[in-house]
């Protein structure tokens, strides 16, 4: 990572009523500087701005546990449904036996 002043990739705001704030604050103190800082929102609430990959990143921490099930079975088009999408793919394509017969 290049070199930069101190908050200056933080461009998302958490405010410290948010569900996620304790973790961040927490992770800031061993996260690279550049990419948080405290600060002041435009509305005047207090919080802390981190960078736009922070906060997608670390979304993991603040998620609950999934309850413990067994994973559903992957739906699958029926045959029927293939064969249409085959014939739209095909008629998008000028790949239709028409098509080819009058080449």
Sequence with gaps: MRRGPA???ATVFV???NVRYPKFVEWAG???PRLWKFGVSSDNR????ISY???DLRQITARRSAPDTATP???ALSEEALRAMALVDAERN???AADE???
């Design 7 to 9: 908050g200056d990739l």
């Design 15 to 17: 405010p410290e009523n």
């Design 46 to 49: 207090k919080g802390i701005w």
């Design 73 to 75: 079975q992957r739906l």
């Design 94 to 96: 000028s790949n239709l």
């Design 101 to 103: 017969a009058a080449e």
């Design 30 to 32: 061993t996260a690279n």
């Design 53 to 55: 990959d922070t906060w």
